[in-house]
């Protein structure tokens, strides 16, 4: 018994964006950091997605439920070398006084915040329409 | 161009299964009601609202259990305990309103002038 079908999806779809939101949380967290356990300033990182075949249950002659999914493909740092600054001080300066810092642009990890949660919320009211709808033909006696 | 194609191509066989289970199974269509089958003494009524009870108990059940999970930090995903819940919920109002309509159909029968 299946009250509210294609969910599944939904609910890959809702876990998928919350990987996202933690990478984007993390690149946040070190947008300042200098030094990573390699030695070398922290890369900025990205999640690529990919549409998967999950698998729902069996129907009612027992051959499988398939439905298309969302997976996470992988999470990648993103190459490009960060900003040169001039900072003497610093402890991981070079011996010029230069100090590389994060590749992290916070205005586009804001921008992905905005794009992350926005797609939450999409996958959200799905499951609120989906919901209503089944509620809707629930209240079809009446 | 062609690379947008074979694109599309392997988009649409992914989604093959899908449609050949839409095409197989017609879920999407009402099914027709078969023969009456003979009155027989496994499937009485009882056991049938039995086995729907049961069925929702179980969603229950399975919301309790993903609820439990996320309470008990073994899990983060707050939708699918959320999802679970409303799925519980809605199975619930099924049987009450099935209930509804069998106990109506029964006043119906006892408002019956003899």
């Given amino acids: 018994m299946n009250i509210m079908p294609g969910l599944e999806s939904t609910a890959s779809a809702l876990a998928a964006e919350k990987v996202r939101l933690d990478v984007i949380g993390q690149n946040i967290a070190n947008a300042h950091t200098t030094r990573g356990p390699d030695g ?5 990182k990205m999640v690529s997605f990919e549409a998967k075949l999950l698998e729902v249950g069996t129907n009612s002659d027992g051959g499988k439920n398939f439905t298309t999914g969302v997976g996470i493909k992988g999470i990648k740092s993103d190459p ?3 900003p040169l600054v001039y900072n ?3 402890p991981d300066a070079d011996e010029k006084g230069m100090v590389r810092l994060p590749n992290v642009n916070l205005t586009h990890e804001m921008v992905d915040l905005i794009a992350a949660s926005r797609s939450y919320e999409a996958n959200l009211q799905v499951v609120r329409t989906a919901k209503q709808m089944a509620q809707n033909a629930l209240r079809m006696g009446r | 161009m062609i690379e947008l194609n074979t694109d599309m191509v392997s988009q649409q066989a992914l989604n093959q299964p899908l449609v050949e289970h839409l095409k197989v199974n017609k879920s999407f269509q ?3 009601l078969q023969a009456l089958p003979q009155s027989d003494t496994n499937e009485s009524f009882g056991s049938l609202i039995g086995d729907l009870v049961k ?4 969603k229950g059940k399975v919301a309790a259990e ?6 008990l930090g073994e899990t983060d995903n ?3 305990s959320m999802i679970a819940m409303q799925e519980s919920g809605l199975a619930f109002t ?3 309103e099935v209930r509804n309509k069998l106990v109506q159909s029964y006043q119906e029968l006892m408002k019956m002038p003899v």
């Avoid at chain 1, 070398?40 to 900025?44: F, G, K």
């Avoid at chain 2, 069925?55 to 179980?58: I, L």
């Avoid at chain 2, 993903?66 to 309470?71: A, G, I, K, P, Q």
Wanted: proline share 10%; charged share 30%; no cysteine.
């Fill in chain 1, 40 to 44: 070398q300033p922290y890369a900025r």
């Fill in chain 1, 88 to 90: 003497p001080g610093h």
């Fill in chain 2, 30 to 32: 009402p099914k027709e």
């Fill in chain 2, 94 to 96: 099924m049987l009450v």
């Fill in chain 2, 55 to 58: 069925k929702v108990d179980e």
């Fill in chain 1, 80 to 82: 490009k070398a960060g």
């Fill in chain 2, 78 to 80: 707050i939708h699918q």
């Fill in chain 2, 66 to 71: 993903e609820t439990n999970r996320l309470l």
